[in-house]
């Protein structure tokens, strides 16, 4: 009930007459019992739950009556400054020591400090007088700060001074509203609980829309690029009318979220009076959104259940998932709600790269049977095995080679983020270590050539090596050879920038020399295997020699002779079918000099057009087929460049040099070769691999064959005939090596 129309005239005037009848003063006490009769008069006729009155400063003489005998509480509302608080002492003093009527319990004093910020309330002194007020109102000891009620600054409701309060959106929800909330449990008991209600409510809901709207990641989530909502596609506060021809009525919903066509798509309600099974047949049997997201009241805090459908389903289920869904999921999730392998490896199958790095962190977990202390690893390893097959399994070069840039050491997969908790445990090299072996080098290897090839291209930022995983998986693992060419390059810049003589004030050249040899070299290795459009060896010497039997010249040559005709033959698919089916059936399909080429540049050479003609032909995959050749070619070269325990190379292993049409390589070579190629496709456990690499050995010469011989032969004795194999004279210490070398 406003007293009037303030600060007009007739307000001031009409103030001072009821000041005058009332006789506030008056020794015989005859205002003092009209205020009693008023407030008997208002608690007979309107009933109400409470009466508040506006003292202002509670020291005038109607203020004074209204804070002493009137009250049963009073709420002395100060700010943050010493001469406030002073102030608000004295007259928290003088209520204290009023006398009551015999009927009244003692006054009950509530200091609140308005305005406030954390800083105010650091000064200790402020804090002590603060504190004495606080015994003075409660009327003894206090213990922590449990009675203390702070108002805090908001600079919009500040600057507005508008009353806070009725606020239905979670996005206008400010910690003064939450505080007034607090301060009214406290003040108005009966109504404490509807208080309480609606400040949990709130509180839940502008959490759930800030989780919804936060760019932060959790371990579990997706790529960064996985954007959450945007505030402009989340409604507030929406009385959802049921779908045309689905149901009727409607339902109040907190959240409505909606995709950047308009259609809605996730609904957050939380849940008072129905239950979750009346909430749920509504938004599953009347409405089309994918995701319903129930939150309630639980026993031990709140309850948030996530119920999804599929795209295509009718009824929602329950998720088995935490996360709230971003826009993104509804786009390549059938059912946001369906986390499981299947359904992320069929996103990423349909091209959605977003959902890799789950599935790299999804593979780490259920490797390892430890954990960090956020996480305790669960070791399963045939989930494991099948994201790594799911992942193998992929087709598209592109999403391919993010999956080598995820899976790879020091990637942009999400685990690194913790590494700081596995370091303290003393894993984080045993499990980086592990990761490169375990996932990174089968997916090289597995995955189509070109993703392969891309994953050694230079990195998107500076200082992000290259992983020799793979390479190592062949050479290391089952070579027992040592693969690292960054070590040997920076041997040999060192040895170079030794070379260098330091010049004036420059300092030492040398660190100049070393950065920019080995820059060299990781360029020299991106592009060392190359997919060539060029007539391999083999067609171009058959051709040659079916010109000119006796033909002496050299490979060069032959290619100005007889290359426009052979590149003519290349081009038609059919001739080059039939040429490759004569070829194969003469069991003379070569990997070496036809579908590829090694030579002693140390440069590797694939012919895709050959390799899909002859993978026709024999009836297998082109992919697999290409990465059979690639397996052979590579088992060559790092037999050849390589270091053994005593740092030699393998010198004795260089291919044949191709000079003549007549040079072959060395039986026991590609004997050897073939052997570790078929031991690295039986580590992969890849049938599609294991199925290429025998049907094509069927249509080989007889040293590529060997292999299924050489199956029982123990690895260290494969290792043996290696050794020896890339023994050169110097090495073996024969007359005159010392000379040659």
Known sequence: MPAGPAPNQAYWAAFKELGDKLRLGDPSGRGFMALLDLQARIADELKPDYLLIDARTGVTELGGLATTILADTVVCMFVANHESLDGTLKVVEALKSTPRLANQKPIRVV????????????????????????????????QGDSALFALPHDDVVGASERVVGGEQKASDFSPLYKAYLELFQRLFPSSAESARQVLERLETVADIRADLTSDHRGRHEFDDRLSPWSASAIQEGVLYDADQHRGTGSRYADLLCRDEAG???????????????????????????????????????????????????????????????????????RDVGDQSVESMLDAVRRGNT?????????????????????HVGRWRPQRAQAILDGLAAIEDVACAAKILLHAAPGGLDLWHRERRFWDEWGLGEDLEHR?????????????????????????????????????????????GLRYDPNRSALDEACAMAAQVPATGDRGDPGEDHILMWLQQNRREQADRVQLSDEVPPAFVWEEVLQEEPYWRGT????????????????????????????????????????????????????????????????GISPRYLKSVVFIHLMAWALARES???????????????????????????????????????????DPNLQAAFEKLSKHQPEPYTRWAAMRKVPLEKLRMLLLAARASAPVLGLPGAEDSQ
């Open 555 to 618: 490979l060069e040559e032959a290619k100005e002779r007889v290359g426009v005709k052979v590149k003519k033959m290349l081009e038609s698919n059919v001739s080059l079918r039939e040429r490759l089916k004569e070829v194969s059936q003469k069991r003379y399909l070569t990997t070496q000099g036809l579908l590829g080429s090694y030579d002693a540049s140390d440069r590797l050479e694939l012919y895709p057009r050959v390799i899909t003609a002859a993978a026709e032909v024999l």
């Open 435 to 479: 990761m490169a072996k375990c996932l990174f080098a089968p997916l090289f290897w597995r995955l189509p050539v070109e993703a392969a090839l891309k994953s050694t291209e230079p990195k998107l930022y500076p200082g992000q090596g290259t992983s020799w995983a793979g390479y190592n998986l062949l050479a290391s693992d089952l070579m």
């Open 354 to 374: 977003e959902a890799i790095p789950w599935l790299v962190n999804e593979w780490r977990d259920s490797t390892f049977a430890f954990g960090t202390p956020r």
């Open 111 to 142: 200091p609140v400090v308005s305005r406030t910020t954390t800083k105010a309330l650091e000064d200790l002194l402020f804090y002590l007088g603060f504190k004495r007020l606080l015994e003075l109102g409660e009327g003894g000891q206090i």
């Open 643 to 685: 270091y053994d325990l005593d740092g030699q190379r393998g010198f004795g292993f260089a291919p044949s040099p191709r000079t003549s049409p007549f040079d072959r390589e060395s039986p026991t070579h590609v004997t050897i070769v073939q052997a570790f190629t078929d031991r690295l496709i039986r580590v992969l456990r």
């Open 263 to 333: 259609l809605p798509q996730m609904v957050v309600e939380y849940i008072t009076g129905d239950t979750v099974d009346t909430a749920l047949e509504f938004w599953g049997k009347s409405t089309r959104v994918r995701c319903a997201v129930l939150l309630a009241r639980a026993q031990h805090g709140r309850e948030r259940q996530i119920f999804t459908r599929n795209v295509d389903g009718l009824d929602l289920h329950r998720a088995e998932r935490w996360d709230l869904p971003r826009p993104r999921e509804f786009e390549f999730l």
